[in-house]
């Protein structure tokens, strides 16, 4: 049997501590601060100014290094399309190191496949 790959399989964190989505600590020390938004509207627009809001908490944090994270869905082919719209919007995300996940999922309306997503930028 295969077993799954993942990036962090598990990881030591406190939610919401220090107005953070999430912390990793190592050693009793803050690692990585990480903060969480959703795009769920089809442009993006509504979400934006939440997501530079929490890069420019991300860029003022006492850590090692810190990770925006985005969640998301849309049509089958149209992911790596709504990143650059993203980087577009965010110039902070267009320049930095980034890893996207997507899978294939089914969805109760039109169009009836897609694809969910996250994505993680390294904003330092």
């Given amino acids: 049997m295969r077993g799954c790959v993942s990036l962090l399989s598990r990881w030591d964190t406190i939610p919401e501590k220090w107005g953070q989505d999430a912390m990793i600590f190592i050693n ?10 959703c795009w769920l509207t089809e442009s993006g627009r509504t979400e934006v100014p939440g997501i530079r809001d929490d890069i420019g908490k991300l860029q003022s944090a006492k850590s090692k ?5 985005i969640f998301s869905g849309n049509p089958d082919g149209q992911t790596k399309k709504n990143i650059e719209i993203l980087g577009d919007n965010v110039p902070e995300l267009k320049t930095a190191a980034k890893r996207v996940y997507s899978f294939p999922t089914i969805q109760l309306f039109e169009p009836d496949h897609a694809n969910f997503w996250v994505c993680g930028w390294q904003i330092r």
């Fill in 65 to 69: 290094s810190a990770i925006m994270m």
């Fill in 28 to 37: 009793g020390e803050v690692s990585t601060v990480i903060e969480m938004k």
